[in-house]
C-alpha cells in the first residue's frame, strides 16, 4: 500500500530499522558461535590429514614453518596452529580444559575404543598415534581419542580434578600490531603452500620411478618369452 502521510512513512522508516536491527543482530550471533564453538577436525578432513602429516613428517623436515609447536606438541597444538593460521580449513581445537570431563574408570564411554587403541590399534598402525607409544596408560590412549575427535569419547578428568570441571574459552587479546601480526601468518600460509607443492612433485616422481620399474621388469619378461 502507499502510505497516505508522513506519519505512515515514519513508522515504515522504524519498521524497517527494526528489521534490519534484528538481521544484523543474528549476523554477530552466528559469526560470534563460529568462532567460539570448538571441536575436531572430521576424520576424512583435509585438515585432520595435513595435523597428522605435520606430526608425522611436516615438524621433522621443516620444524622453522611451525611456530611455537615442538616435538612434544599434540594433535590439538598442530591443529590451533593450523586454526590460527587460516589454513585447510581447520576449525578451533577445544582448550585443555574448556569441555567438561568425565571420570576415567571403566565405565568411561568409550572405554572399548580405547582398550581397542591400546592393544591392537597402536601395534597395527602406529602411526594413528603419534603422541603414543605402546604400553602408554589407558588413560593417555583416552585423552587422544578425545583430541582426535573420535566419536563419543569426552574429555577424561586429569587426577584430582572434579568430575563436569571446565574452564569457559577466553579469546586472546588482538595483538598490538594487527597487519603485523596478518603478514606474519599470509607468510606462514605461502610457506606451507610451497611445501606442499614440492611434496606433490615427490610424490609424481614416485610414482614416475614405480611405472619405470613395472616397465623394465614387463621387457625382461617379455625377453624370456622371446
Known amino acids: 500500500?502507499?502510505?497516505?502521510?508522513?506519519?505512515?512513512?515514519?513508522?515504515?522508516?522504524?519498521?524497517?530499522?527494526?528489521?534490519?536491527?534484528?538481521?544484523?543482530?543474528?549476523?554477530?550471533?552466528?559469526?560470534?558461535?563460529?568462532?567460539?564453538?570448538?571441536?575436531?577436525?572430521?576424520?576424512?578432513?583435509?585438515?585432520?590429514?595435513?595435523?597428522?602429516?605435520?606430526?608425522?613428517?611436516?615438524?621433522?623436515?621443516?620444524?622453522?614453518?611451525?611456530?611455537?609447536?615442538?616435538?612434544?606438541?599434540?594433535?590439538?597444538?598442530?591443529q590451533a596452529y593450523f586454526w590460527n593460521v587460516g589454513m585447510y580449513d581447520c576449525p578451533r581445537p577445544c582448550m585443555e580444559h574448556e569441555e567438561a570431563c568425565v571420570k576415567f574408570d571403566q565405565s568411561f564411554p568409550c572405554m572399548k575404543d580405547v582398550n581397542w587403541a591400546a592393544?591392537?590399534?597402536?601395534?597395527?598402525?602406529?602411526?594413528?598415534?603419534?603422541?603414543?607409544?605402546?604400553?602408554?596408560?589407558?588413560?593417555?590412549?583416552?585423552?587422544?581419542?578425545?583430541?582426535?575427535?573420535?566419536?563419543?569419547?569426552?574429555?577424561?578428568?586429569?587426577?584430582?580434578?572434579?568430575?563436569?570441571?571446565?574452564?569457559?574459552?577466553q579469546p586472546e587479546a588482538d595483538p598490538e600490531d594487527e597487519d603485523e601480526a596478518e603478514e606474519s601468518k599470509a607468510r606462514r600460509r605461502k610457506e606451507h603452500q610451497k611445501s606442499d607443492e614440492e611434496d606433490q612433485d615427490v610424490d609424481l616422481e614416485d610414482d614416475e620411478d614405480q611405472s619405470s620399474k613395472k616397465e623394465k621388469k614387463q621387457i625382461v619378461r617379455l625377453a624370456k618369452l622371446l
Request: charged share 20%; aromatic share 12%; glycine share 6%.
Open 119 to 169: 592393544f591392537h590399534g597402536i601395534v597395527e598402525n602406529p602411526e594413528w598415534y603419534p603422541e603414543l607409544r605402546t604400553g602408554a596408560p589407558l588413560k593417555d590412549f583416552a585423552l587422544v581419542l578425545y583430541m582426535h575427535g573420535q566419536p563419543g569419547c569426552p574429555r577424561p578428568c586429569d587426577e584430582g580434578e572434579p568430575v563436569g570441571h571446565f574452564v569457559p574459552y
Open 1 to 78: 500500500d502507499v502510505p497516505q502521510n508522513l506519519s505512515d512513512l515514519v513508522r515504515m522508516a522504524k519498521a524497517m530499522t527494526f528489521s534490519w536491527s534484528l538481521v544484523a543482530f543474528a549476523l554477530r550471533a552466528v559469526n560470534a558461535d563460529s568462532q567460539d564453538h570448538c571441536h575436531p577436525p572430521k576424520v576424512d578432513s583435509k585438515c585432520h590429514a595435513k595435523v597428522m602429516y605435520a606430526m608425522l613428517d611436516g615438524f621433522a623436515q621443516h620444524p622453522e614453518q611451525y611456530v611455537g609447536l615442538t616435538t612434544k606438541s599434540n594433535y590439538r597444538d598442530f
